[in-house]
């Protein structure tokens, strides 16, 4: 090999390295806005996206993100992928008149009990609902279907790398 043939491929190389290695991958999804119910503001829950992920013909479900509603009922999350994803939205963990719940493990039978803010804590810490802070806002009932995956009418076209803006108004 030639001293300018050696010369062009370590400047291949190094060009290789800085320009494709400078570039980052595709912007992670953002989604702000709006929950309202019946046209006034949801003041308070947490809204969740679940991974839709097409296998076949039968749609199945991995991963979720979720985000606290504030009181005005906007809502901002992020760092999700583009996909598609159902929505469910929950109002109950602020209603002043729950009784806090006790969740069993699966297979554990009665010994391994946690209570609802353990339960929290273990899904924050395995990832499953980052972006979640404590409840906050006024108490606003709505239909239990949005808040089940199975049975919410809400979902996501694909979301676009970069910011989506998403409104939500929930009827019965």
Known sequence: MTRSSRFLSALSL????????????????????KVTYKGQ???????????????GADEEQSGSYGFSIKPDGTYE??????EEYIVTIET???????KTLIYQQPMGGG????????????????????GVTEAQGAYVKIPAKYGD????PLKT??????????????TD
Request: glycine share 10%.
């Open 41 to 55: 503001p949801v003041t308070g829950g947490t809204i969740a996206f679940h991974r839709i992920v097409a296998t």
């Open 157 to 170: 076209k694909k979301l676009e790398n970069g910011k989506n803006q998403l409104n939500f108004d929930l």
């Open 149 to 152: 995956k199975k049975s919410s």
């Open 111 to 130: 010994k391994n009990k946690m209570t609802a803010d353990d339960y929290k804590k273990k899904m924050q810490e395995m990832g499953k609902f980052s």
């Open 14 to 33: 190094f060009l290789l390295i800085v320009f494709g290695c400078s570039r980052s991958g595709p912007t992670p999804c953002s989604v702000t806005g």
């Open 92 to 98: 109950e963990s602020i209603n002043p008149d729950r």
């Open 77 to 82: 999350g992020a760092s999700m992928p583009p």
